[in-house]
Nanobody, 114 residues
Framework: QVQLVESGGGWVQTGGSLRLTCVASRNISFYNTMGWYRRTPGQQRQLIAIDRGDSTNYAFSVKGRFAISRKYAEDTLYLQMNNLKPEDSGVYYC?????????WGHGTQVTVSS
């Protein structure tokens, strides 16, 4: 049973920072990749950042502002978000892949005011 639980969302002003946390139900070294996706109303989830173990990739819109990291000893994935903009608002989901399967958390809301 794979469980991913996100936290750390909130309401911040433009230019502020948040750190999202995803706690996994097992040692995250088991997962092939872990990442963060964002969904806004009426839209599908969009990839924000992904950690493949040997590389990371970011959506162009967040490059230089967001950073994804894993703390293996804590079974935790983080997304540090700096210089937030209103367009960063949405529900952020933690994801993990294991083999050919992908798993999702339930999301955490991020709202950035103008």
């Amino acid at each position: 049973q794979v469980q991913l639980v996100e936290s750390g969302g909130g309401w911040v002003q433009t230019g502020g920072s948040l750190r999202l946390t995803c706690v996994a139900s097992r040692n995250i070294s088991f997962y092939n990749t872990m990442g963060w996706y964002r969904r806004t109303p009426g839209q599908q989830r969009q990839l924000i950042a992904i950690d493949r173990g040997d590389s990371t990739n970011y959506a162009f819109s967040v490059k230089g502002r967001f950073a994804i990291s894993r703390k293996y000893a804590e079974d935790t994935l983080y997304l540090q978000m700096n210089n937030l903009k209103p367009e960063d608002s949405g529900v952020y989901y933690c994801s993990a892949t294991l083999g050919g399967d992908i798993y999702w958390g339930h999301g955490t809301q991020v709202t950035v005011s103008s």
